[in-house]
């Protein structure tokens, strides 16, 4: 049975039933509220208020289904075999959802350089990324390759595109072969675009863009082939590409300037036959044209068409309206158009005005000297019921800044400043550049001083151009001494300012006499490992010279040598091949026969011995060193182990013996290690060797052997140890201070292997 029937045979029982019920009802004289019909159709009810929030619903459900697909998208039929990938098929570039995590990070930190204006780090930062575990995506090296093009870097941006996409095997996708074709015909060299072309045609998985014509059509015009451009757009619609506005408009142009009105006229009239609705910049290019040649009834006669037309225009579009009617002198028609825009502004539906509309106008009231003006303009709303104020964005609010502090309306720009504040709105690197080089030029130096701390705070990117060029401002001012704290919160934060930037606020601290100044941010350039430039170090020891401290500042430069302080893991330097062991015997004098302790060397060392440099024990009871005798530091001082345990280089710890128990003393209790290269107690230190500080191997009391040991280097902090010693003392090394810290905090240098000297025992 069909469903209809079962339905109307459900109505039909259900009219019987009432109708029965109504007939007892009656007889019975008892009244019966009838019941409610269920019905088979669900009634809709309007869930929202307005046609913005349900638009805004409609956003909100379908960026929910970009993040999270609907379950059946997902399944995969656990029975149904895997596709083979086709080997042949070719690579796609990243989609949007690559875009996520680490890669997103280094996007967003990518864009931060752009924004900043440093070029360089942001181009550096992410060409290193390709060599880690997080590569870009085609977004982030589309960014750096469009910011490059931007600034007329156009070398540039084609080096990085051969970087990224032929080196580096990351897929490019239309985006970047149109910034780089566009990159090309600015440069002049449209034939190598047109190449381009030809090779997303030939090779690229998808077509071309019509920003890809547009790219084409302006760059032919512009080296005077009109006409390869007029077959490039019919190339276009014959692949299948809708008729592009712009591609019309570059073209329409090209033959205006040629002085060939009635094509133009014709490619115009083509256009408005393929499309029902075109941008309506073409007519605005027309105006331009008729109003140069003293056509103004025709220049208004085609604005007037195209308002008659009543097309919604996007902001760009009327923004070129506006800009055309204020360049010829049109101030009526364009302030009656700017109403219009505000009245037509009802966001979510849409979007009529953007900051670039509140700019145009405002540089115009700027331009004829009506500041106030310039203000109510800028915080107009339309009149038109339904319309709605537009929520000025960072990059209004730093125009009208900009212009203000332009024409020295410090004030104003100081209101507008806070006002931007206090709308949530983070202030971009532009305001706070716009202020500090206004302040400057004013001769209010303390207030760019205090612009510049809530630079540095807001955590924004101080390049090294501005930086410089500020601090040499402030340090020319007699100011070096207030841009100390600056410059700290600079070198306190990532990435670390330049060297020269140091270089300029150090010799200004030198000029004014701050010689403590100077030190503190020498000791800062140390401790973040910032190099310290060949022509600084010598300003600074002759400055200090002059006011006898030059061993306090060549004491500070000593330890920034390469090598000093480089970081070594806790293990020890690299070990030799072979498998690692510990060596177990004291050395001996130079020219003297091994010396056994006990028995044969094997049964102490377990192999031969280790290669590495030797290791000191600063603060605590003297130790027995491992490898040679520590007469030759090969112009690096030696590691010092402070306050902590030793690490034997190149073996195990000294507490596991190799192949036995530890060893025993020998020939009875422990004795004092006395000889005449010992000295008979060490001042300040205990006199037995005990606990982790005895080395493996190494018994307190040797049987029969007299003690020949070498003198240890005399280190700065370390006592003197006094005796006869065999072999010459090595000499002093200054300029190392006496460090504090545990031996796994310390970054000692990597030594080189010291030479064999004479009667050392063989591996």
């Known amino acids: 049975m069909s469903l209809h029937r079962l339905l109307l045979r459900s109505l039909r029982r259900s009219s019987s039933f009432s109708a029965a019920a109504a007939a007892s009802a009656s007889k019975n004289g008892t009244l019966i509220q009838p019941r409610p019909q269920l019905s088979l159709v669900p009634i809709r009810t309007f869930a929202f208020s307005s046609a913005e929030e349900a638009a805004a619903e409609r956003r909100r459900r379908k960026r929910r289904l970009r993040i999270e697909p609907p379950l059946h998208a997902l399944r995969r039929d656990p029975n149904a075999p895997r596709p083979k990938p086709d080997p042949n098929a070719p690579r796609l570039p990243d989609s949007t959802s690559a875009l996520v995590g680490p890669r997103l990070n280094l996007h967003n930190r990518v864009q931060s350089f752009i924004r900043a204006g440093d070029l360089d780090l942001a181009s550096a930062t992410a060409r290193q990324s390709v060599f880690s575990n997080t590569r870009p995506t085609v977004f982030t090296c589309n960014a750096i390759i469009a910011a490059m093009y931007r600034n007329k870097r156009f070398d540039d941006a084609i080096s990085l595109f051969h970087f990224f996409f032929n080196q580096s095997n990351i897929v490019p996708n239309v985006v970047s072969y149109n910034v780089l074709i566009n990159t090309h015909c600015d440069a002049g060299r449209v034939d190598v675009g047109l190449d381009i072309y030809r090779h997303i045609l030939a090779n690229a998985p998808f077509s071309p863009s019509p920003v890809t014509y547009r790219h084409l059509t302006k760059g032919l015009i512009d080296s005077g082939r009109i006409g390869e451009a007029v077959d490039l757009l019919r190339e276009m619609l014959n692949k299948g590409h809708g008729a592009d506005s712009l591609v019309y408009n570059n073209l329409i142009s090209g033959f205006l300037n040629l002085e060939n009105e009635a094509k133009a006229i014709e490619l115009f009239d083509e256009l408005k036959e393929r499309c029902l609705v075109y941008d309506g910049v073409v007519n605005g290019t027309f105006m331009d044209w008729y109003f140069t040649k003293g056509r103004g009834k ?32 049109k101030k009526v028609e364009a302030w009656a158009f700017f109403d219009q825009m505000l009245d037509n502004h009802t966001p979510p539906n849409f979007q009529a005005v953007n900051s670039d509309t509140f700019s145009v106008m405002v540089n115009e009231c700027v331009k004829l000297g009506k500041f106030s003006e310039a203000i109510e303009v800028f915080k107009k709303v339309g009149t038109k019921p339904g319309s709605k104020p537009f929520a000025m964005d960072v990059a209004g609010y730093n125009n009208i800044i900009a212009r203000f502090c332009e024409n020295g309306l410090l004030t104003e720009a100081e209101q507008l400043f806070g006002e931007l504040s206090s709308k949530s709105l983070t202030p971009d690197v532009n305001i706070y550049r716009t202020f500090i080089d206004a302040y400057l030029r004013m001769e209010r130096v303390d207030d760019a001083l205090q612009m510049f701390h809530r630079f540095v705070d807001s955590g924004l990117r101080v390049i090294v151009s501005f930086a410089n060029r500020v601090f040499d401002e402030f340090v020319n001012k007699g100011k070096a001494g207030e841009s100390v704290a600056v410059l700290i919160k600079m070198g306190e934060k990532d990435p670390k300012p330049d060297p020269m930037t140091y270089e300029i606020v150090i010799k200004g601290l030198c000029k004014e006499r701050l010689f403590d100044a100077c030190r503190d941010l020498m000791g800062q350039m140390m401790r973040f490992n910032i190099g310290v430039t060949p022509s600084l170090r010598e300003f600074v020891v002759e400055a200090f010279g002059k006011e ?83 007469q030759q530091h090969m112009g690096r001082p030696p590691s010092q182990h402070m306050g902590g345990r030793p690490q034997p280089m190149g073996g195990p710890p000294p507490q596991q013996h190799m192949g036995g128990p530890p060893p025993q003393h020998m020939g009875g209790p422990p004795q004092h290690m006395s000889g005449p290269g010992y000295p008979s107690q060490m001042a300040g230190h205990p006199p037995h060797m005990a606990g982790p500080h005895k080395m493996a191997g190494h018994p307190s009391h040797m049987a029969g052997h007299p003690q020949h040991m070498a003198e240890p280097p005399q280190m700065a902090g370390h006592p003197q140890m006094t005796g006869h010693a065999h072999v010459a003392e090595p000499p002093q090394m200054p300029g190392y201070p006496q460090m504090e810290e545990p031996f796994w905090m310390e970054q000692p240098p990597q030594m080189e292997e010291p030479p064999r000297m004479a009667g050392q025992a063989s591996a």
């Open 298 to 329: 025709d220049a208004m006669d085609s604005y007037k068409s195209l308002l008659d037309r009543q097309f919604r225009m996007t902001p760009a579009t009327c923004n070129a309206l506006l800009e055309v009617l204020l360049k010829h002198d």
């Open 548 to 630: 006898g401290r030059s061993e306090e500042i060549e004491g500070m430069l000593e330890a920034s040598r390469p090598g000093f302080g480089a970081y070594r893991s806790p293990l020890g330097p690299p070990r030799t091949a072979g498998p690692p062991q510990h060596m177990s015997r004291p050395p001996q004098h130079i020219g003297a026969p091994p010396q056994h302790m006990g028995g044969p060397p094997s049964q102490h060392m377990g192999g031969p011995p280790s290669r590495g440099p030797p290791s000191q024990h600063m603060g605590g009871p003297p130790q027995h060193m491992d490898g040679p005798p520590p």
